[in-house]
Structures are given as C-alpha cells and as structure tokens.
C-alpha cells in the first residue's frame, strides 16, 4: 500500500536511519539538498518524500500500534512468543533499552523530521512562486509538528533538530526540554495553519495537511499541555467544511476516504507494491479469516481486549463496525479471540489494502473541545458549543442517549465520561496510550487492567513507564550522561 500521490524517495537522497545515527541525511552522491532544490517540482518531490515517512513500518505503517494501542488496555499480544517476545515487552511493561519497537518508533519520526528539514532548509531562499512556497512550508512544518509530537509524548525529552546537520554536530545532540519541544511544535503548527490551504483545488491532492489539520492538531497539542483557552481557541478555528458523518461505519470504507470528518490521515493506495509489505493492518486481523470471501492474515498481534469490549455500552453502533470475534469452532461457537474490523478492505494481494489511516478527525475535535470546556469549569448547560453538547454530538451518531447533568453532576464525572468516549469512539486509532499518559489515574487504570486481563498480581508498572526508554544505540553513541541520559527506571 502506497500514499497516492506519493512519488519514490529522491533517486539521489538516503535519509538515514543506520545504527551509527538515526537523524543524518547522507548524501550518496555529489548531489545534495542545496543543489537539488531548486524547482517547484523538486520541492513537492521532497515534500512527498516527507509524507512518504508516515507510511513507513516504523511509523504508522506498523509500530507505532505497538507503541500506541498494544501498550494501552485497548489491544494485547495473541502470541506472547511472537517476535521472540519483544511485542509482549510491550504489552507487559517489560520492554529493554534495546527493543526493536522502541528503536524503529524514534529512528522513523527523526527520519520524517530530517526530510523536513531538508525542505525547510531551502525553501525560502528558493525562486519558486509564492503559493507553493507557502504550500510547501506549511506542509513540512505540520510533518515535523507532527513528528515531534509523537516523539515528546513516547519518550519524553528528546533532541531538538530543526535544520540540516552534518554527522559531527549530531554527535553533539543533547535532550532538549519537553517544554522546548512542545513551544516549537506550537510554533511549528501556527505558521503551518497560516501558510496552508483551507482546501486543495485538485482532487489528487486530498489527505495533504490544510490550515484546519494545524489548528486541530495545534488544539490537541494544548490539550495535552492543560492550556485549555488556548485550546479551545485553535480547535474553534478550523474553518468550514468539517462535521461528522451520519454513519460511524462509512469512516472506514475504502471508496469513502474523501469525507469531512478527516482533518488528516495517512493514505494508502493498494496494488502499488505490495511485495514491501507494508499493511498498517496486516497484525490487526486473525490468522485466517474471510471476509466477503476472501481470506485475510496477520499474526493478529494488535487483539482488542475483554476491557476494551465491555467499555461499549448496550446499543453503540461503534462496536460492530470497530471490532468482531473469531471462533476456533463456528459450530460450537468456541471463542478464539476478538479482532479490529474497523480497517479491513478487499486485498489486491497478500498485505495490499487501500484503507486510510485517520491521524485527526471532527470527533477527536468534538470530544477535545468538551475536555476542554469542562476543565475550564464545568457547566450544566447542554445546548450547542457546550460540553455537553460536544460529548453527545458524537454520543448521538453512536446512536446512545444523551448525557445530562444528572448523570454527570461534575467536573470529575464528566471528565471520566469523555475518556471513555474517547476510548471507543478513537478505538484503534492510537489515541488511546496518550490518554492514558496524560490522565491523572493512568497508571492505577493500567495496573487493573493488567491484573484483570493477565492475572498479573504485581504488574511491573509505575509512572516511569509512561515513557519509553531512549534506544540504547542512541545513550551508547552519544555517552553523555549529563546532557543525553536514559529516562529513569531504565
């Protein structure tokens, strides 16, 4: 599966991703950022080559579920031996310093971040006419927001790289604050939403960043920051033309990826290459299992949890559509296990689909504005623009009763009610870790899990293990331990 518009990483550029240094661009021949930039074409190959990045088994097309949904209570590790158990690292809070998954998560967003630096580095100096400078910019800077983004919330402090470096200045990296982070990613997000489009006028373009994918991302950053008025006001401005579908289930088909609920996706296109294998949903489905005749598989190292299904109330639409069961017997119903349904498509070939993978969407920025507005105060009041009115916009689509203040008669009940809103209606779509990381009762609601789902009796959690540790190659190659230590409990 490939992006659609995407074109082949630049024929004369490896962004590397080695085990010496995982954020160096080295050029393999003479050609090199400052000589090949210098039409607009070349800067949309290079901007491509940053969305490119998204697709990648390190990112989205693979680990960060590991990292994002198998860590949480959503999904677990059918196999515990699979991958000679470092997945069920994951899963378990037992990860090492030298997991893969941990490795392959930060190498694949500081690959992103070097392709946008690359851009970033020549643009303005660069004769192309103005509309794609701005387009272009403002595209790479949502990427890199984005990148770091994910990066802060996985591991905490990490270096800060907004330019182009040679080996010998990489080597002298140090782990930038997390507050330093998050002031350039809100940077980065603000002059992206005002460089971009509100909309794209050709169609090919449709799943590139818009002024709205920066103002919702840029909310859902001050969120996670506790900023809430400034919150509030970036998910207020992402223009016109976004809403929720009437039918959660027309989300996911592949023939519907062009609707006003995405703010932003990473896109995939079947029958491209699928020899590479790179099917974000190949470990989300069972062993073998058919589906309008045609038969799926995946070692299903992505398997919703018994917790995550009884969080689903009686009558929620989202169930069906998000997850299913498989039986080792379907005669005598013999439950094998449940399995994400939300993604599946009709493959071209083994690990070849064409379905979208939604990054942001108008109910991730319902539920964000009634967080918000609750932990401003809370309210009782339940018309339109308020908390209450946000959290049953999304309620309603489910097809659930409403909330009203006499179920939730408070700020802490009310804010319970919007996480495990959250938890349902972004199943699967790798919110669910960061929302637990930032809630105030993350850690007791993982050691229950674990307790109830595994029988652990002393789960080996704490609120260290809210970040990754920094991969070891990084801690050996910098050997630095005032300015690039490991993170504590590692």
């Known amino acids: 599966m490939k992006r659609q518009y995407i074109l082949p990483l630049l024929g004369i550029l490896t962004f ?15 050609q090199t950022t400052s000589t090949f930039f210098k039409t607009a074409s070349d800067f949309e190959q290079g901007v491509n080559a940053v969305y490119d990045g998204l697709q990648s088994a390190q990112t989205y097309g693979k680990t960060y579920y590991y990292l994002m949904e198998v860590r949480s209570d959503n999904t677990d590790i059918w196999d515990r031996g699979a991958l000679a158990g470092v997945a069920s ?36 100096a660069s004769a192309i006419p103005d509309a794609s400078k701005k387009q272009y910019k403002g595209e790479a800077l949502f990427l890199r927001a984005l990148s770091y983004f994910n990066l802060v ?28 982070i998050y002031a350039q ?7 992206a939403a005002s460089l971009l489009p509100a909309v794209y006028a050709n169609a090919n373009d449709y799943g590139r960043a818009t002024a709205g994918s920066a103002f919702g991302l840029l909310g859902k950053v001050l969120v996670t920051e506790k900023k809430w008025a400034d919150a509030l006001a970036a998910l207020k401005n992402l223009g016109a033309g976004y809403s929720l579908l009437n039918d959660y289930v027309d989300l996911y088909k592949p023939a519907n990826v062009v609707n006003p609920e995405i703010l932003f996706a990473v896109r995939f296109k079947k029958g491209l290459n699928p020899s590479e294998g790179n099917n974000y949903f190949a470990d989300m489905v069972p062993v073998s299992f058919y589906y309008n005749g045609v038969q ?10 018994h917790d995550l299904v009884a969080n689903y109330e009686p009558g929620d639409k989202r169930l069906g559509v998000s997850l299913d069961t498989i039986y080792n017997n379907s005669a005598t119903n013999v439950v094998k296990g449940n399995y994400v349904k939300k993604y599946f498509d009709v493959p071209g070939a083994t690990n070849d689909g064409g379905s979208n993978f939604p990054v942001l969407r108008y109910a991730d920025i319902l539920l964000l504005q009634a967080e918000a507005l609750n932990e401003q105060a809370y309210s009782g009041a339940t018309g ?8 049953n916009a999304v309620r309603k689509r489910a097809g659930l009763a409403e909330k009203t203040p006499a179920d939730l008669p408070d700020q802490a009940s009310f804010r319970n009610a919007v996480f495990r809103e959250r938890r349902v209606e ?7 870790w960061f929302d637990l990381a930032r809630s105030s ?23 260290d293990r809210l970040l990754f540790p920094i991969p070891q190659s990084e801690i050996n190659i910098h050997n630095d331990p005032a300015n690039f230590p490991q993170n504590k409990g590692y």
């Open 153 to 180: 919330r996985l591991y905490g402090a990490v270096p800060l790289v907004t330019k182009m470096e040679t080996t010998s200045q990489a080597l002298g990296h140090k782990r930038n604050a997390v507050t330093e």
């Open 384 to 391: 339109p623009g308020t908390a209450f009115g946000f959290l």
């Open 89 to 124: 690292q994951i899963d378990f809070f037992t990860e090492v310093t030298t997991n893969p998954f941990v490795s392959d998560g930060y190498a694949g967003a500081y690959v992103i971040i070097t392709r946008a630096n690359a851009v970033l580095d020549q643009i303005d």
């Open 16 to 30: 590397s991703a080695c085990s010496k240094d995982f954020i160096n661009l080295t050029p393999q021949s003479n």
């Open 426 to 432: 972004l199943a699967f779509e790798n919110d669910r």
């Open 296 to 305: 799926y598989g995946g070692s299903n190292n992505n398997r919703p949890t």
């Open 441 to 463: 009762n993350g850690v007791a609601v993982l050691q229950a899990h674990l307790k109830q789902e595994y029988n652990l009796a002393t789960p080996v959690l704490n609120a």
């Open 185 to 191: 990613i809100e940077s980065d997000l603000q002059t």
